[in-house]
């Protein structure tokens, strides 16, 4: 069972926009933070959001205003809803869920990642 699963990844032109969804399964328990994060070719791993099971979000200032995360907490559901997207938001995403396993200790699973191309 993979513990987190990716969807929503795309090409689109300039200005449009794209909605990720990242579920988690029930292998991953008491979840806390999730998040996403980008890796563009030849770049470190970046930031995008976060937010807390209390719903507290954090943005890296280069999506600050055009990105907005969200999650159902119901669903364990995560999501990224992303507009006026730009060339440089081009990389691949990776969503995030910080919670337990069966042993009750708590790491950091990482979803397969998506690709996101925005073109010019």
């Known amino acids: 069972q993979v513990p987190l699963v990716e969807s929503g990844g795309g090409l689109v032109q300039a200005g449009g926009s794209l909605r990720l969804s990242c579920a988690a399964s029930?292998?991953?328990?008491?979840?806390?933070?999730m998040g996403w994060y980008r890796q563009a070719p030849g770049k470190q791993r970046e930031l995008v959001a976060d937010i807390t099971r209390g719903g507290s979000t954090n943005y890296a200032e280069s999506v600050e205003g055009r990105f907005t995360i969200s999650r159902d907490n119901t669903k364990n559901t995560l999501y990224l809803q992303m507009n006026s997207l730009k060339p440089e938001d081009t990389a691949v995403y990776y969503c995030?869920?910080?919670?337990?396993?069966?042993?009750?200790?708590?790491?950091?699973?990482w979803g397969q990642g998506t690709q996101v191309t925005v073109s010019s």
């Open positions: 029930g292998m991953i328990f008491g979840i806390t933070t």
């Open positions: 995030h869920a910080d919670g337990a396993n069966y042993a009750l200790e708590y790491q950091r699973y």
